[in-house]
Each structure stands twice: as structure tokens, then as C-alpha cells.
């Protein structure tokens, strides 16, 4: 066998990324180093974003095999996971495992207020609609409004996993960015004396109770919303680790190496999602302004159900803490005990705006589970961009049949 | 583009009831839950030897604040001072 230089020089150079580079690679490129930079100098969640913005790099560099629909790649292997939903409930365990439910049992009425701020999630939908997205993205889009990162990669994998990367990167910027979306909001719809409400300190609660309350939640909610079983299953599972008493090597593992293991793995495939053709699209720019809204009437929503509950209990609901019931923990109720603390300084409200933090997260995934008893069986795929670019360059009589082909491929997944 | 309005509002009127009605029933197990098993305060220590030495560990850690304190007040090693009781 005889190699000649120039051909084998051809060879070498046809091989590298740069004969591949086209101008969507090189913007996709820019926009990982972005998303780097906003986790690492601007701390915009960094355990996500910072592997999601160097999963995009992989991604996008040409002829790697890194990205999610690169068959036999290393990370369509993780990528596996969210396809499979996996990794976003492994990740509500170690979520369940952090969480002390502790202040929501306390009070448990505060659990309102986070099914409150999911308004955020139904009017996002009805903008996403309005826009021009079906009812399965719409869906998806809308449930940023939820404010839960793990919620929103499952349902958009299940409902829209062409839109998975721009839900995703928009569900955890806007997360990073509560403790700037919310305060204006909550000035804005509260008065200074309902900022300076003083809450009764939270009762006590028994061990029992809150080694009994995980079992309790996945039976009363799961049986009504069987969807939601996978993601409220595994976060009392967790919580059930760390209030048993009995399990603390489990409870360790899947608050600390746990959930950061499959953190890195659900952020390396979702960034790996990232491609140009699903992500620099005019669909990306809406889901992102529709991602603002959702996270600004989520507050709203939570806020004026706050209000009315501050009415109704005669003053004894500081209207602040509904602002919490988005599922941002604990930034969120950090954010209700600083703009309380504004107000007054000697008031704390942290560990009550604690009970409606965690309500929002029960309340997002129940909202899930409405979605997907609506839409789970249902589930209509956009055609990939390669199978739409092979329609588009035969001709048109074979061009008829393949179409047909695709819409029975589609009927019957 | 009607249909879907319709039907996006369809949707989001019929999930928040349904999120409003899970959660509500949640509430009610858990305020039941609460009254069935009321919090029990943990038992206070009962002997008074236990006390007794409580009191004189308690002593002592505060003699072991007070010391570190003006040491580090006063430039000086904990080991110049020596306080032996607070009254």
C-alpha cells in the first residue's frame, strides 16, 4: 500500500475540525464560552451551566461525535439518560435528601402558595401557544415557570426534546437570576407595612411525622397523577433517607456524591443537546423571552396569593414569603428574607418563607404530572433536521413517498 | 390558532384546579397527620450528679472563653492566665 504525501497530507488535513467548520459551529462555539463565563465570573448556577457550556463546546466541534444525536458518541451515551429519565429524577433524590420539610409541616397551608406560583407555568403556556408552538411545547416551555431545573428537563424531553437545550439553558439562567427577576416585583405589589408582617414562630414538628409525611405524599399524589411518579418518587425517597434516621450512608451518598455525579452527567448531555440547528433557531429567542415571563408571573402569582392569605388570617401572613413558592431552593426564600429584612431588620423570615420554597417544588412536579396525564401518550416529534434535508434535496415524486414514510414512522412511536 | 387559544386556556383552568385540589388534600393529610402525632419534647436530664457536673463542665468551658478571649485582647498566651471561677 502506497501512500503519496500530498494524499495523505489531504487525508490528514480533510480530518480536522476545521474542514468541518461552518459558520453555526463557530457561533454555537461562542455561545458555550459565554454560558462558561456566566457560571464561572458571574456565578450564574455554576454546578449546571459550567458543564452544560463545555458539554456545548464538545458538541459543536465538528466531526467530534460528541453531540447528543452523534450515535455511539460518549455523550449520546449520557445523553441516554434524560432520553430514558433517568438522570432528572436521580437528581430530585439527592434534591429530597437536602430538604428539610420541617417548616412546610409546620404550616402546612403554605403549600397554597406554592401551587399559587405555578400560575406562572399555565400563562407561559398560553403564550407559547399564541406564538405558534403546539400544546406538547408549549407545555414544556411553560413549566420553566415552575422555576425546577430537573422538572423541566424531564418534561421537555418527554414532550419536546427538540427544545430541550433552549428550555434548559433558560430554566437555569432565570433560576440564577431569581434574586434579580423577583425583588422589583415584590416591592411593586406589596406595601411597606405588609413588608414589615411579622410571622408567629413555626411549631414544632415530631420525628414520626416526618418520617411518615414522604409515604404519605407519594401515595396521595401518585395515585392522583400516576405521571408524576418517577420525579415525586424519588425526591421522598431521598427526604425518607434523611428523615429515617436509619440509612445515613445512603442519605450521605445521595446528598453529596450522588447528586453531584449525576449533575455532571445531566449537564454534559444537555449542553451536548446544543447543536446549531436546534438551538440557533428563532424558536430559541422566544422560548427565552417566554422564560422571563414565567418566572415573573410565578412571582406575581405567588405574591398575590400571599396577599389574599395575609387578608384572610387577618395580618398574619407576610405577603413576602408567596414570592418563595417558585421552586428555586433556597434562593428563593433567601430572596423574601432580604427584601423582609429591607423592611425591617429584626424580621425573619427565612424559615417561613422555607415552607412555601418546598411547596413549589411539590407543586412544580405535580404540575408536571398534569402535563404529562394531558399529553405523556401523545407525544408528537418535530422530524430531525437531517431527515427534513434528505426530503428536501430528492425529487419530487420520491420526495412524496418519503414524506409519507416519515408520517407513519412518526404515528407509530 | 382560535382552537388552541381556547384550548391552551382549557388546559391551564383544568391543571390549576387540579394542583389547587391535589395540594389541597395534601394539606388536610398532613394537618391530620399533625394531630395524630403530636411533638413530644425531648426528656430534660434527670439526676442532679449529672447536674452537678454539667454545671462544672459548663464552668469551665466559659473560663476557657473568658481566657482565650483576653488573651487574644491582650496580646499575651492563654497559658500567662489562669481564672479559675466566675461568681
Not at chain 1, 466531526?63 to 445523553?79: I, P, V
Not at chain 1, 403556556?125 to 420553566?144: D, K, Q, R, T, Y
Not at chain 2, 473568658?66 to 498566651?77: E, Y
Request: charge should be neutral.
Amino acid at each position: 500500500m502506497e501512500f503519496s504525501f500530498g494524499e495523505s497530507a489531504s487525508k490528514i488535513i480533510n480530518s480536522t475540525g476545521f474542514s468541518g467548520l461552518e459558520g453555526g459551529d463557530m457561533t454555537m462555539l461562542l455561545v458555550a464560552c459565554v454560558l462558561i463565563y456566566l457560571a464561572i465570573w458571574k456565578k450564574f448556577e455554576p454546578l449546571l451551566l459550567l458543564p452544560m457550556g463545555f458539554g456545548a463546546l464538545l458538541a459543536n466541534i465538528p466531526m467530534s461525535m460528541m453531540a447528543s444525536t452523534d450515535t455511539g458518541g460518549l455523550l449520546n451515551f449520557f445523553y441516554q439518560g434524560i432520553k430514558h429519565e433517568i438522570l432528572p429524577p436521580l437528581i430530585f433524590l439527592g434534591v429530597g435528601a437536602l430538604t428539610d420539610f420541617g417548616p412546610l409541616l409546620a404550616n402546612p397551608a403554605t403549600l397554597l402558595l406554592g401551587a399559587a406560583a405555578q400560575i406562572g407555568v399555565y400563562v407561559t403556556l398560553i403564550g407559547a401557544v399564541l406564538l405558534g408552538f403546539n400544546m406538547h411545547e408549549a407545555s414544556a416551555i411553560g413549566i420553566i415557570g415552575g422555576a425546577d431545573g430537573p422538572t423541566s428537563i424531564f418534561i421537555a424531553s418527554k414532550l419536546a426534546p427538540h427544545l430541550l437545550a433552549p428550555i434548559a439553558v433558560a430554566a437555569y439562567s432565570y433560576m440564577s437570576l431569581v434574586p434579580l427577576i423577583q425583588p422589583p416585583i415584590m416591592k411593586l405589589l406589596t406595601t411597606a407595612e405588609e413588608r414589615k408582617i411579622k410571622m408567629e414562630q413555626l411549631k414544632p414538628i415530631s420525628q414520626t411525622v416526618k418520617i411518615v409525611f414522604p409515604v404519605v405524599v407519594t401515595i396521595v399524589c401518585c395515585l392522583m397523577l400516576p405521571g408524576v411518579t418517577p420525579l415525586l418518587g424519588m425526591l421522598m425517597l431521598g427526604n425518607m433517607f434523611r428523615e429515617s434516621g436509619v440509612t445515613a450512608r445512603l442519605h450521605e451518598t445521595a446528598e453529596t456524591h450522588l447528586i453531584n455525579i449525576v449533575t455532571i452527567l445531566l449537564a454534559l448531555a444537555v449542553g451536548s443537546s446544543m447543536t446549531a440547528d436546534s438551538f440557533l433557531r428563532f424558536e430559541t429567542l422566544k422560548i427565552i423571552v417566554l422564560g422571563l415571563l414565567a418566572f415573573c408571573i410565578a412571582t406575581v402569582g405567588g405574591v398575590v396569593f400571599g396577599k389574599i392569605m395575609c387578608k384572610l388570617t387577618g395580618g398574619r401572613v407576610n405577603p413576602l414569603i408567596g414570592s418563595a413558592g417558585v421552586s428555586a431552593v433556597p434562593m428563593a426564600a433567601r430572596v423574601s428574607q432580604k427584601v423582609g429584612a429591607e423592611a425591617d431588620s429584626s424580621n425573619f423570615l427565612l424559615m417561613h418563607a422555607m415552607g412555601p420554597n418546598v411547596a413549589g417544588v411539590i407543586g412544580s412536579a405535580v404540575a408536571a404530572g398534569v402535563f404529562i396525564s394531558l399529553f405523556g401518550d401523545t407525544v408528537v416529534t418535530e422530524p430531525h433536521a437531517a431527515i427534513v434535508d434528505v426530503i428536501g434535496s430528492v425529487e419530487p415524486g420520491a420526495k412524496a413517498a418519503l414524506s409519507q414514510v416519515v408520517e407513519v414512522l412518526q404515528k407509530n412511536h | 390558532m382560535e382552537v388552541s387559544f381556547l384550548a391552551a386556556i382549557n388546559v391551564s383552568i383544568l391543571a390549576m384546579a387540579v394542583i389547587f385540589i391535589v395540594l389541597t388534600i395534601l394539606i388536610f393529610t398532613i394537618q391530620t397527620l399533625v394531630k395524630l402525632i403530636p411533638y413530644e419534647p425531648p426528656p430534660s436530664l434527670p439526676s442532679k450528679q449529672k447536674t452537678i457536673s454539667s454545671v462544672s463542665s459548663e464552668q469551665d468551658d466559659h473560663v476557657a472563653a473568658i481566657t482565650a478571649t483576653l488573651a487574644m485582647h491582650m496580646g499575651k498566651s492563654p497559658k500567662e492566665f489562669k481564672i479559675v471561677s466566675i461568681s
